[in-house]
């Protein structure tokens, strides 16, 4: 199979957000070593970072609650690594823990492009990010992740697999230097986690390899026979797209990819909708509308300096209920689970219906959540009533054409919208009880090529609720404005320009599989913080008198413009650009869930590798951070040996992987 921690059209991708223990019980920030080198000079390494709500992790060797344990996972140099992923054993911590963070700290330096990477324990992915691209003077970021959602996997040896894919030559000379360590801790009231926890992937760790698979050249398909005493299940879902499918939501019909096939090139297809769906027995069973990830190169690198997109450090999974199915699963037999990925099929006269199939390639696994009841129970019922009609489809698109008759423009939109409920009755051994899951979602997407292809105006969104019988839900929308230009001459100089807005609303209630930021606040423990990009660690005290949470809702949204200009001469490729982020993070009282709280506020400028402006709010404590350095211009990866067009996802090109050695089906 492909290596899957490559990266297709996007320029380099890599990044720093520095968090590092500092003396005190909970903590989260940056070294001083780092503070001072990121505002030292040009020649100091740039660090990037992702903002995101403060994860707390403890320091020292134990509180009040048990043991402190941190453990180094994993030292290692990414180089010529595709297909050769890092290979670790762990073994569980000597004392009982009920919460893990993770701690990703990354530095490279050189000329290197943007890389996916996937981390598994066994056949189980546990963590998908990305990398940042290095520059001449070396950049460094670190992640922090919550993990106790795998806390079934840590408390047994594992076999540690981490991919991420990577060419050192003479062209490309930046390998990614990593460290990834886990800090196992207790914290009272924590919520429970899974029982059994199995993979819906490839399972090839047995051969020391990455188990994601690549659609749609894999059947992503797996059988088991469950164990038959569930008392809930849960199933997320992993996918981004690469290569043909990196840009999806810029894609058009597959009767409008030709339209300027003579000027700006071949488009790619299966229109800008994209759906995963999860499929038990053949049968839908929940599906997962892709936030349109936009990793650290994509569009104009400029966008990403240093602040990277959103999520482009953890990928976030999507949460499907399947406990409407136990009846069924919980019979002893085997049964299927299957991932697949469906675009849009048109027929040139405005009609659209789901496609089979959809463009190379999508990267897909996913994880089961069992929760299980008493030993020796069987669960029992009635089967699932399944209410998941096709969804509406609606589509139009015009082209016009210009004095020469040559096509000029072409406008094409697109509105997709479904429902979907599933529900039974379910005998466990807690007793009887009704189970459902719901899903209601819309999409719209306009796409307005002008300039015979080379300007493109893409605006979209998608809306989605889901809820479960359990007390879960959670409401997302995904708003995207994207404008760009380029240009590719006789004499080989390539130019980008584009501007885009972009948001992520994320709102979660009750009992989520994965941690959604609140439980650091339901911690009485006192708390420090240490405000990202500061010249020196600034502490503060977390109030110990916070009320508990029951719902985290989280609002963020990115601007930026930027250019590009890659220079045949010889002289370089560079890029500028002015990014600024607005991240609000609050947590729902649990006694009143209509009462919000105001947990973490963030508003940050970069332009031109500078931090201008940078103000932080930590549960009402306000910090402002000082500039980094003057602004300047970042050189970045030549685009030579492949098009313009390829990196912005606009048609057909010479592929990254195939750049770099990854191979055909790889991207890079």
């Known amino acids: 199979m492909p290596s899957l921690s490559t990266k297709s059209h996007c320029f380099p991708l890599l990044y720093v957000f520095i968090a590092s223990l500092v003396p005190s019980t909970f903590s989260f920030g940056f070294p001083n070593s780092v503070f001072d080198k990121r ?31 941190t453990q180094l996972l994993m030292s290692y140099e990414f180089a010529n690594s595709y297909g050769a992923p890092f290979v670790g054993e762990y073994t569980p911590p000597p004392c009982t823990f009920n919460r893990v963070t993770m701690n990703f700290t990354v530095t490279s330096q050189g000329r290197q492009f943007d890389r996916l990477a996937l981390m598994y324990l066994g056949d189980i992915e546990v963590f ?101 005493n569930i008392e809930r299940a849960v199933i997320s879902l992993s996918a981004c797209g690469q290569i043909a499918e990196e840009f999806w939501y810029t894609n058009t019909f597959s009767s409008e990819v030709n ?69 069924l699963l919980c019979d002893g037999a085997s049964h299927s689970f299957e991932i697949r990925v469906a675009g849009l099929n048109d027929d040139g006269a405005g009609h659209a219906t789901l496609s089979e199939t959809v463009g190379s390639y999508w990267v897909v696994t996913g994880t089961i959540f069992l929760f299980l009841g008493a030993e020796g129970s069987v669960t029992t019922g009635s089967e699932p009533t399944i209410d998941s009609p096709a969804p509406s489809i609606e589509i139009s698109s015009a082209v016009t054409m210009n004095a020469t008759g040559a096509n000029e423009t072409l406008a094409y939109n697109t509105a997709v919208s479904r429902d979907i409920s599933i529900s039974s009755t379910i005998k466990t051994s807690a007793g009887s009880q009704a189970v459902s899951w719901t899903q209601s979602l819309a999409y719209t997407n306009f796409n307005g090529l002008t300039d015979q292809g080379f300007v493109q105006l ?4 998608t809306t989605g609720s889901d809820s479960s019988s359990s007390g879960y839900a959670n409401t997302y929308s995904y708003p995207l404005t994207v404008n760009s230009s380029f240009f590719e001459d006789a004499a080989g100089d390539v130019g980008i320009n584009g501007s885009l807005t972009r948001g992520l609303d994320y709102n979660v209630f009750g009992p989520s ?77 649990m006694s009143d869930p209509t009462m919000t709280y105001e947990l973490y506020h963030r508003n940050v400028m970069a332009v031109n590798l500078t931090i201008t402006e940078d103000t932080q709010t930590l549960t009402g404590q306000t910090f402002k951070v000082p500039v980094a350095r003057p602004g300047l211009s970042l050189q970045v990866p030549e685009s030579e040996g492949f098009t313009v067009r390829s990196l912005l996802g606009r048609g057909p090109g010479q592929t990254k992987a195939e750049l770099a050695g990854g191979g055909p089906g790889s991207s890079a």
């Not at 299966?270 to 599906?287: H, K, M, N, T, W």
């Not at 953890?314 to 199915?325: G, M, N, S, Y």
């Not at 020196?536 to 963020?556: D, H, M, R, Y």
Request: proline share 7%; net charge negative; with cysteine.
């Open 128 to 228: 998908r990010t990305s990398t940042a691209e290095p520059t001449a003077d070396g950049i460094v970021w670190t992640y922090i992740k919550e993990m106790e959602q795998y806390n079934a996997l840590w408390s047994e040896d594992q076999k540690i697999i981490f991919d991420l894919g990577n060419i050192v030559d003479s062209t490309y000379t930046g390998p990614f230097y990593t460290t990834l360590t886990a800090t196992f801790f207790t914290v009272p009231d924590s919520q429970a986690t899974a029982d059994t926890i199995l993979p819906i992937s490839a399972e090839q760790s047995a051969s020391n390899l990455g188990s994601a698979f690549s659609i749609p050249s894999q059947n992503a398909s797996i059988s088991y026979q469950l164990p038959q």
């Open 259 to 327: 339209t300027f096939e003579s000027t700006a090139g071949t488009l790619y297809g299966y229109s800008p909708f994209r759906e995963v769906q999860l499929l038990i027995d053949g049968q839908l069973a929940g599906v997962s509308w892709p936030f349109p990830i936009i990793f650290t190169g994509g569009i104009v690198p400029g966008f990403w300096r240093p602040i990277v997109g959103i999520d482009a450090f953890d990928l976030r999974q999507h949460e499907i209920d399947v406990t409407p199915w136990l009846p």
């Open 458 to 461: 893409t605006e979209q969104n």
């Open 39 to 69: 505002q030292a000079s040009a020649s100091a390494p740039l660090v990037d970072f992702q903002v995101y709500e403060p994860v707390l992790t403890p320091s020292g060797t134990s509180d009040q609650y048990g043991c402190i344990y």
């Open 513 to 589: 599989v994965f941690p959604s930021g609140i439980q650091n606040f339901n911690i009485t423990t006192s708390s420090s913080f240490t405000p990202a990009g500061a010249l020196t660690p600034l502490k503060v005290q977390v109030p110990g008198s916070l009320p508990l949470f029951s719902g985290a809702l989280l609002s963020t949204t990115q601007t930026a413009s930027a250019e590009y200009f890659s220079n045949a001469t010889g002289n370089g490729s560079y890029s500028f650009g002015t990014t600024t982020q607005d991240f609000d993070f609050k947590g729902a009282e």
